[in-house]
């Protein structure tokens, strides 16, 4: 946010990525990110998400590394 802040309207590739982190932040079911991230966690494995959107839906792919 400080990048996009400070660059003004310029950056159109910030503020896009400022939007999609702003609509996944409201929309997004964290609980079930939760439930399905625990199990992975648990058993010590390192757990990212990726958000993106597609036909104007925020969706996310997560992925799981063996080891932390």
């Given at each position: 946010?400080?990048?996009?802040?400070?660059?003004?309207?310029?950056?159109?590739?910030?503020?896009?990525?400022?939007?999609?982190l702003?609509?996944f932040?409201?929309?997004?079911?964290?609980?079930r990110?939760?439930?399905?991230?625990?199990?992975?966690l648990?058993?010590g494995?390192?757990?990212?998400f990726?958000?993106?959107?597609?036909?104007?839906v925020?969706?996310?792919d997560?992925?799981?590394?063996?080891?932390?």
């Open positions: 946010m400080r990048q996009l802040l400070a660059s003004g309207e310029r950056n159109k590739k910030l503020r896009e990525r400022a939007e999609l702003r609509t932040l409201e929309t997004t079911d964290f609980k990110l939760r439930s399905e991230s625990e199990k992975h648990v058993e494995r390192m757990v990212k990726m958000d993106y959107f597609e036909g104007g925020t969706k996310y997560m992925e799981v590394s063996l080891e932390i």
